[in-house]
């Protein structure tokens, strides 16, 4: 999604990864959802849309790859979750890497296209690698240790920095369907978050 859609689109929809988790939270392992909070889900869905443009004139079948790395960022968030005690942080870490490596080659095999990365490209690369083993494996320790409702608000600064570096460094302008589709996101989403902590005694 990132290579063939804007950034700023693609990582408005992932905003809505926490409105999955909690939907997935209620599902499979019998969480309470009250019915404020189903609303809240489903006008965040409602946000979502307006930001694929269902209309056949507007529609960006591209668009449905977030939509899919949605599902599986909310997919990754449950199973580390429900995640058995045993498992240390860092195996789960280097389980969610090792996904890659089959995803890439399956990659390779569809696009039939090799090329080996240049000097610069392997230093970009090497920070890539760095910089996001260890904010998975914070990720991971704040799923697993902290409150789901306080961990997750932070996921919303994605969307700042995503939308600073898309103006900034892609040129891209965010139309008003895609800034309006990713308020209503992150609205739904912390009002579900923020309806999901147990109040003060």
């Keep these: 999604s990132l290579a063939f859609t804007a950034l700023s689109s693609t990582s408005a929809i ?12 209620a599902l499979f392992f019998r969480e309470r959802v009250g019915a404020r909070r189903w609303v809240a ?9 307006l930001i694929l443009r269902p209309a056949p004139s507007l529609f960006e079948p591209a668009s449905l790859l977030a939509v ?3 599902l599986g960022f909310a997919g990754r968030d449950l199973a580390t979750r429900g ?3 045993t498992l240390s942080h860092m195996q789960l870490g280097i ?3 090792f996904v890659m490596i089959p995803t890439g080659l399956m990659l390779l095999l569809w696009e039939g296209r090799a090329r080996w990365p240049s000097l610069d490209q392997w230093g970009w690369l090497g920070g ?3 910089f996001g083993i260890g904010a998975y494996y914070a990720l991971t ?11 997750t608000p932070f996921r919303y600064t994605r969307l700042v920095f995503a939308l600073v570096l898309a103006t900034l460094i892609f040129g891209e302008t965010p139309d008003i369907l895609t800034l309006a589709g990713a308020l209503i996101v992150v609205a739904s989403g912390l ?4 309806t999901a902590r147990p109040k003060a005694a």
Excluded at 41 to 49: A, E
Aim: hydrophobic fraction near 60%; proline fraction near 4%; aromatic fraction near 10%.
């Design 14 to 25: 992932l905003q809505a990864t926490p409105l999955v988790v909690t939907l997935g939270a």
């Design 41 to 49: 889900i489903f006008i965040g869905l409602i946000g979502v849309l």
């Design 68 to 70: 899919i790395g949605m």
């Design 83 to 85: 995640a058995p005690a």
């Design 95 to 97: 389980y969610g890497f």
């Design 128 to 130: 890539a690698i760095f």
């Design 141 to 151: 320790s704040a799923m697993r240790l902290g409150d789901v409702s306080v961990v």
């Design 191 to 194: 009002y579900t978050l923020m």
